[in-house]
């Protein structure tokens, strides 16, 4: 009877801890999926999901912890358990920190969203939360796990003997570790100096990509064509690479055309002013047609326009093009470039060349004369 009384004793502070416990336990998972719903308009229902997950674990556990001092366990039974209830209520409130710090960075990316036309400041303000955070989680983590591991004697032991040879051990993890601390610094570095952010429009080893995602060791750039190149973050620190968007989205671009010296360039303004006016892209600023260029049978005509992003300024340039070629081929087809011959009839004398254009024509040897005598017009027998 008194090994049964005894068994009693133990168990049934255990039991009452363990179903106080599962009942806390059920009723906090229950206001977790509540708030769940309402977190979106309610701050109240944020709080309480961060709180809730983390404390339904951890109440059981201080209960059986409880439970414990107050049964007649052996006391070198009672520390063991008491040992580790301890560390994983140590852990749930690393986990607790961990979804608080989270939360606040969700708080803060909400209240600046990037889908709006002028998202600059959106963009620096997310980049350094999310830098940062990652970094504040990472060491919380680090110092939660090393509290939960210097409980155990043994460990504190080999912590002690470390120390001793601190500056092997010291100089060893250094190597070993340079990269590790190398990103942490560069990722410091970006929160702060911001050479990239989230969103902005780089060129990365040759590659035109938007910034997807910026972690404490790496970041995402998401390519054109839907690829994704992972590059550390040490190494924006370290190498050059072209930033569209550091400080304004806006951008010039040009579209190239080799034109026959004939082309009319007072025309060729007008269509490109009315191109722009007609294209809702353009915004505004910029819309020039200059001869950048001589060659000796073409001139080079560039188109510069500008637009409010790097997306836009492509498809501009693109239809620009595009609408120029057709205005040139359908108005003045003589403006697009040209290979002209000299041609000598059988029988005629070496001074009566006939000269055809590539369209077929045929001028006569006065127009040829003319034609030689223009400094505009390019030499004959050349291709243009």
Same mark, same amino acid.
């Given at each position: ?6 068994? #009693?004793? +133990?168990?049934?502070? !255990?039991? &009452?801890?363990?179903? *106080?416990? %599962? ?6 998972? =229950? ?47 009672? #520390?063991? +358990?008491?040992?580790? !209830?301890? &560390?994983?209520?140590? *852990?749930? %409130? ?6 608080? =710090? ?55 032991? &080999?912590?002690?003997? *470390? ?69 550390? *973050? ?151």
């Amino acid at each position: 009877m008194q090994d049964w009384s005894q068994f #009693g004793a +133990i168990a049934w502070p !255990l039991l &009452i801890a363990l179903a *106080l416990g %599962l009942l806390v336990r059920r009723a906090l998972l =229950v206001l977790a999926a509540h708030a769940r719903a309402r977190a979106a308009t309610h701050l109240r229902a944020r709080i309480a999901q961060v709180v809730a997950v983390p404390a339904a674990l951890a109440l059981p556990l201080l209960f059986l912890s409880i439970a414990v001092t107050a049964t007649p366990l052996p006391p070198e039974w009672a #520390g063991r +358990i008491q040992h580790w !209830l301890g &560390i994983g209520t140590l *852990l749930c %409130l690393t986990w607790l920190l961990v979804r608080a =710090v989270g939360a606040v960075e969700r708080r803060i990316l909400r209240e600046h969203p990037v889908d709006v036309a002028d998202n600059l400041q959106a963009r620096r303000v997310q980049t350094q939360t999310a830098v940062i955070s990652r970094v504040i989680q990472g060491a919380i983590i680090l110092v939660g796990v090393a509290l939960a591991l210097m409980t155990f004697p043994a460990i504190r032991q &080999i912590g002690a003997t *470390l120390l001793a040879s601190a500056g092997i051990i010291g100089l060893i993890a250094g190597i070993a570790a340079k990269p590790v601390f190398g990103n942490l610094i560069a990722g410091l570095q970006i929160a702060l100096a911001q050479p990239i952010r989230l969103d902005d429009v780089v060129i990365v080893e040759g590659e035109w990509g938007r910034i997807e995602e910026i972690t404490s060791t790496y970041v995402v750039v998401r390519i054109w064509d839907e690829r994704r190149m992972v590059v550390p *973050l040490q190494w924006f620190i370290e190498n050059p690479f072209q930033n569209w968007t550091r400080s304004s989205a806006e951008l010039l671009g040009t579209a190239f055309l080799w034109l026959d010296y004939r082309t009319p360039m007072d025309e060729v303004r007008a269509e490109l002013q009315r191109l722009c006016e007609r294209d809702s892209r353009w915004d505004g600023r910029v819309c020039v047609a200059q001869v950048t260029e001589t060659a000796e049978t073409t001139i080079q005509v560039r188109l510069l326009v500008s637009a409010r992003d790097s997306g836009s300024l492509f498809d501009l340039r693109c239809a620009v093009r595009e609408g120029m070629i057709d205005f040139l081929a359908a108005r003045h087809p003589g403006a697009l470039p040209r290979l002209r011959a000299e041609v000598h009839e059988p029988g005629a004398g070496a001074g009566a060349p006939r000269r055809r254009g590539s369209g077929g024509e045929t001028d006569s040897p006065g127009a040829e004369e003319s034609r030689e005598a223009d400094p505009a017009a390019p030499p004959a027998a050349r291709p243009s």
